[in-house]
């Protein structure tokens, strides 16, 4: 038998969100040319690409939201929207000079690792690849989550997650259900509300909301960046003290929290004059064990005349609308899923394959994800998650991703320079990881504020964040650090099968 033909990369890259647009930038500009990025959909920009509801918005300043090697100084707004970010990431992938490796409505089917080989086997867009190494920047927020309500297949009209906005359907004039108060909902919520006829929005648990201090960036400021960029890099600098600022309160002694608390409660004071739904909306956790978000629209929307905020639980979905536990029946034209992202049973996580054989998703079996600095993962051998477990810092992600790609490409060079074949992290280094992430989390507001959340396991454990500031975060991932990998040695530089192998750390 013959095998099937393929390409060989060095690097393959999954996924051209900020992740994976931001690997291939760190490799083109380190004179690497050997990677591709494959990406599902027909568009680069991940996130930002597929969420296009309106009011889609980030909820951190722009001069953080953004590459520290690819500095923008023509943000109009302090934190951008999506047609920004969107035309940013665009601009990075022309400036750069990846497009050409970038391969769109290239869904990666299949990867799985040939321990014979010593490569990764990558099936995607219909052909084969090997890669050497795989770098996984699928997001954790890539696969929308629809709750499996009985009956909901039975609704006459349409329904749909707002990661998957349906701009060819009409609200206005329609009466619209809303499923879910997480940060996406926050934003679109106000923008529909003025125009459809009825809004009846279920809510499960409410959010803690705070004033929301975005402005337009003036022509002034934009020069000055543009003239001085020293001056950009300052502000982003300050910007990132601000947020560091919150770590010990959130990590150490949720106390520290109280002032973020008590502007959010004087925030929906001032804004929703009506006990009854103030009650409704006022959080019964700590501030910061939920996602907390910025809105000066929301309150205002939900304390409208065509407003309707539902607290019991959903019984069934009925062909013309919804219907709670304590019997209301809210007829509806249109239900729209505000219902997050599938973060621990991620699709996508089927289709990457070990050492042995199991994928990630058998690995991670209940949503018990681990990844050791929230990167490398024991039986995948050379690859590198991008915003893995534990890997979150509580400020911009993108922080979170530039520190990563340092590690990612410092072992990549390490790998080259000392005829390294492949790396495998320890079952022993992750352990130890996992054992001070979980101590040091114990205390934390996620951990102790008293929600349920997304961040946590369904055992419980905090599978989300970084235990400590930014910076420690970053100075931990500068360096990869070898003595902490089963290494396999080549005898001769070879980049396919055939080469001995040496085996030691």
Known sequence: MTNPTHTHVHTAIIGA??????AAMRLKDSGDSDFLVFERATDIGGTWQANTYPGAQCDIPSVLYSYSFAPNPDWTRLYPLQRELKSYIERCVEDSGVRPHIRLGHEVTDASWDDLAQVWRIAA????FTATVLIVATGPFSEPSIPDLPGLENF???????????HDIDLRGKAVGVIGTGASAVQFIPQIQPDVAKLVVFQR??????????????SAVRSVFRTAPLVQR???????????AMVPGLVHLPALLQPMAAAGMWHLRRQVRDENLREKLTPQYAFGCKRPTFSNTYYPALAADNTVVETAAIRRVTADGIETAEGNKHRLDAIVFGTGFKLAHNEGFTRIHGRDGRSLAEVWAGGEMKAHLGTVIPGFPNLFMILGPNSVVYTSQIVTIEAQLDFALDA???MRRRQIRSIDVSDETLDNFIEHVDRRLADSVWNSGGCQSYYLSPS?????FWPGFVFTFRQRMRRIRLAEFDIRYATAPTECAGAELVVGR
């Not at 419980?460 to 989300?464: F, I, K, L, P």
Request: charged fraction near 10%.
């Open 17 to 22: 969100g900020f992740g994976g647009i931001g």
């Open 125 to 128: 867009g219909g052909h084969q």
């Open 156 to 166: 006459s009209g349409p329904a749909f997650h707002s990661a998957q906005w349906r």
């Open 205 to 218: 648990t409410p959010t803690w909301i705070l004033p929301h201090p975005d402005r337009p960036v003036g």
């Open 234 to 244: 300052l502000a982003r600098s300050a910007v990132s003290l601000v947020q560091e």
């Open 412 to 414: 990549i060079a390490q």
């Open 460 to 464: 419980g454990r905090n599978y989300t």
